[in-house]
């Protein structure tokens, strides 16, 4: 048995949901005695290729081509397909991340298999492979098994872990063999929103609600997010107001998110919003209102008004993390 | 401009998931469904681009009967043709892909639109599998569409950012929220939307490819503790998330 991790860079570098995509593949692999091969694709990636052995691949292939440095998902796909055939791939991994849920689709077409998106559990089960996925935003969760010879898994990020060790991995480059005909939709630019990591991928997230009162005073969030360095979240009636972006939506119409620590700032916690979050490690509630719902699932609350404990947090947290 | 729109019928975002006498699916005994909310935006989009490039716009469902309810609320925002592809069995994202991408193949639409992803399974594979199968280019959560001459301009969502891409027609496009806004269905609609024909065929049949072997609820987390009132609770706060929780 054979498992092939895609790992997703951009601009040169792995993101950690990619190191997360490797390590469970080679944990696996371990757990199976299944080869774990890891691959990375792109302009000029050969030289980073070498850093997944840090993540348990023993062995790396680099699809090197300058006509790969702008984004293509018809010719990415084709390139993981083709990999995963030619090495004799059972199972096909990568991160659940946006470009990770727009190549899986058609890798497992061209493959022939079957893609259960979105895992936060992974295991081997006899000579099978037994996966867990949230469905209803979080609402629920099930089990499946993808009955197809070759399989294909996308992974939530930010729920595998990826410690880095000491391992070293040999690189060996493929050929991309594309033609100008594979690259069906092209990228052609990129923008990046705030610099601030986003929601499903930060670590921690500060999220504001219709306690924040307007958007004039989410610079709160944003000073709290800015000094533990992370991503700021909104609930669906502050992004319908228009106060944020839809991007930072948490909830059930917008993004669910498994950060370590996820703080609710303003939050009544509705049934929507709690599907979104729920699954973060820690939740911190901030609300005036003592029987809101967010208390359910907060692990350590303050019952008290945002505009007086968020200011005097981001001070205490500046001091403790020597950021005065 | 050919257009179809694909669209599911989902559980409500009040829905509570209660597991069902079959331990995989949901009990749906007082459920309300409805449109899928990301799909709403594929049909505004569609209608949009029917008012400034002209054309027919035809709404498809793969499902039981029920889902003629969803298809009558976007007759009623504006489409001119409902299909419903009849099928009371079990499916999974592969199988309806491929009931959809048969009917598509014979429509040959120059522009096909979904819902990022339907808010039930939270799979959002169903149209860049149709895309892949149909051999089509495809853009995911998309915000911004731009058709013409002959090709799309997008801007499509990331992690913290935005990517333009550009493609060939005919494609397939994933709406995200913030494509547009969708408009309420006229009284006129919906008068009018009670009178118009749904056509129905049999969905072409598939296999299972990943099959649910069991459904449960999360395991509920359990009420914390309140850490104190107003900004005087915030010195112990810090200790405990250094030094309990660790999280700093």
């Known amino acids: 048995m054979k498992l092939l991790a895609f790992a997703e860079q951009r601009d040169g570098a792995f993101k950690k949901s990619s190191f997360e995509a490797v390590q469970a593949a080679s944990r696996l692999a371990g757990s199976m005695g299944a080869e774990c091969v890891a691959l990375v694709i792109g302009s000029g990636v050969a030289g980073i290729a070498a850093e997944l052995g840090q993540y348990g691949a023993t062995r790396v292939l680099a699809v090197d081509d300058p006509k790969l440095e702008r984004h ?71 089990e499946v098994v993808v009955k197809t010879a070759t399989k294909v898994f996308t992974l939530r990020p930010n729920v595998f872990t990826a410690v880095k060790g000491e391992g070293t991995a040999t690189v060996e480059t493929v050929p991309a063999g594309l033609s100008d005909s594979d690259f069906g939709s092209v990228v052609t630019g990129t923008k990046v929103a705030t610099g601030r990591p986003d929601v499903t991928e930060a670590d921690i997230v500060i999220s504001g609600g219709r306690g924040m009162k307007g958007p004039e005073h989410f610079n709160l969030i944003e000073g709290l997010a800015d000094v533990l360095g992370a991503g700021v979240g909104a609930s669906r009636a502050v992004v319908d107001a228009g106060w944020r972006p839809h991007d930072e939506q948490v909830g059930q119409t917008g993004k669910t998110v498994s950060p370590t620590m996820y703080v609710a700032c303003g939050i009544s916690g509705a049934v929507q919003h709690l599907a979104g979050m729920s699954s973060s490690k820690y939740i911190v509630a901030i609300n005036k209102d003592k029987d809101a719902p967010i208390f359910q699932v907060a692990d350590y609350g303050i019952v008290g008004d945002v505009f007086e404990v968020l200011p005097e947090l981001t001070d205490h947290l500046k001091k403790a993390l020597g950021k005065e | 401009m050919n257009i179809a729109v694909c669209v599911n019928h989902v559980p409500d975002t009040e829905t509570k998931v209660k597991v069902g006498a079959d331990g995989k699916t949901i009990d749906s005994a007082g459920v309300n469904y409805m449109l899928n ?21 035809t709404v498809m469902s793969l499902g039981p009967d029920s889902h003629k309810e969803t298809l009558r609320k976007a007759l009623a925002m504006g489409v001119g043709k409902a299909l419903l592809l009849k099928d009371e069995g079990v499916r999974d994202s592969y199988g309806i892909a491929k009931g959809l991408a048969e009917e598509l193949k014979s429509m040959k639409p120059d522009v096909v639109l979904f819902g990022k992803q339907s808010i039930d399974y939270d799979d959002a594979q169903v149209g860049t599998l149709v895309a892949e199968m149909l051999g089509l280019p495809s853009v995911a959560v998309v915000v911004k569409l731009d058709v013409h001459d002959g090709k799309a301009v997008c801007e499509r969502e990331i992690e913290g950012g935005h990517e333009t891409v550009e493609t060939t027609l005919p494609a397939v496009f994933l709406a995200q929220k913030g494509l547009n806004e969708p408009r309420y269905p006229s009284l006129k609609g919906i008068m009018a939307a009670k009178s118009k024909p749904i056509e129905e065929k049999s969905a072409s049949p598939a296999e299972i490819r990943v099959e649910t072997t069991a459904l449960s609820k999360p395991a509920a987390k359990g009420a914390g503790k309140i850490v104190g009132t107003d900004k005087e609770a915030v010195p112990e706060l810090v200790r405990l998330l250094r030094e309990e929780a660790k999280v700093i």
């Open chain 2, 37 to 57: 909310p990301y799909d709403e935006f594929a049909v505004e989009e569609a209608l949009k681009l029917k008012e400034k490039l002209g054309g027919d716009v």
């Open chain 1, 72 to 142: 293509s998902n018809t010719a990415y796909a084709k390139v993981i397909a083709d990999v995963a055939g030619k090495e004799g791939a059972d199972v096909v991994l990568m991160a659940a991340s946006q470009m990770g849920k727009d190549l899986a689709p058609r890798v497992a077409v061209k493959l022939d298999a079957g893609l259960a998106a979105d895992c936060v559990a992974l295991e081997a089960d006899g000579a099978d492979l037994k996966a867990k996925r949230p469905v209803y935003a979080g609402k629920g969760l099930i």
